[in-house]
Every structure is written in structure tokens, then in C-alpha cells.
């Protein structure tokens, strides 16, 4: 089972990105989709995932400017970021959570710099 993650890349401050993370193999279903992100010499922080089915948690640098929806495809999740800012620079990791066990992707670059 692998998240494979897409989109990410250099956006202008004010900006607007969109990641897009989709499970790959054969799998029945995967809980608790969401996005997390880290900064060079920072830890991994979360940024956006979905609990308990389809209710939402974001954290509060991110509130009202980004958002996560769940994907056409089962098992897929996109995150919308708008009001792009340097400090959402980061890597950017899907994650969910697959027969009890944490799944990560590779992660995905994002660069907020003008």
C-alpha cells in the first residue's frame, strides 16, 4: 500500500497550490486522510485531516485559508491552499492510516517565495 502525492511547486505569496494524494494497491479502505508538513529544522506538524469519517481538523495557521475535501476516487484526498504565505513552506506528506498501521507518501515540495 503507498500514498502517492501530486501537485505541489513554487507559488507567489498570496497564491493558491492544490496537492493531491491517492492510495495505490490493492486496499479495502484507508482512514483518517489527511496532510502534514515540515520546515526545514522543524518537526512534522499536521496541517489538515480528516477523523472520524468526514468530519475535519485544521490547524490554526491554516484555518479559512486551506482547505481538504475528499477526492472523486475512493481513497484519494486534495488540499486546497490559497492565501499562499513563506511560512507555508514546507514538505508536504499524505497520510493515513491503513489496517491500524500509519502510511506516509514521499512528500512534495512547497515554495512560497516571490
Known amino acids: 500500500v503507498q500514498l502517492v502525492e501530486s501537485g505541489g511547486g513554487l507559488a507567489q505569496p498570496g497564491g493558491s497550490l492544490r496537492l493531491s494524494c491517492a492510495a495505490s494497491?490493492?486496499?479495502?479502505?484507508?482512514?483518517?486522510m489527511g496532510w502534514y508538513r515540515q520546515a526545514p529544522g522543524k518537526k512534522r506538524e499536521l496541517v489538515a485531516v480528516f477523523t472520524s469519517g468526514l468530519s475535519t481538523n485544521y490547524a490554526d495557521s491554516v484555518k479559512g485559508r486551506f482547505t481538504i475535501s475528499a477526492g472523486d476516487a475512493a481513497n484519494t484526498v486534495t488540499l486546497q491552499m490559497t492565501s499562499l504565505k513563506p511560512e507555508d513552506t514546507a514538505v508536504y506528506y499524505c497520510?493515513?492510516?491503513?489496517?491500524?498501521?500509519?502510511?506516509w507518501g514521499q512528500g512534495t515540495q512547497v515554495t512560497v517565495s516571490s
Open positions: 497520510h493515513g492510516l491503513y489496517l491500524g498501521v500509519d502510511v
Open positions: 494497491g490493492t486496499i479495502w479502505n484507508m482512514y483518517d
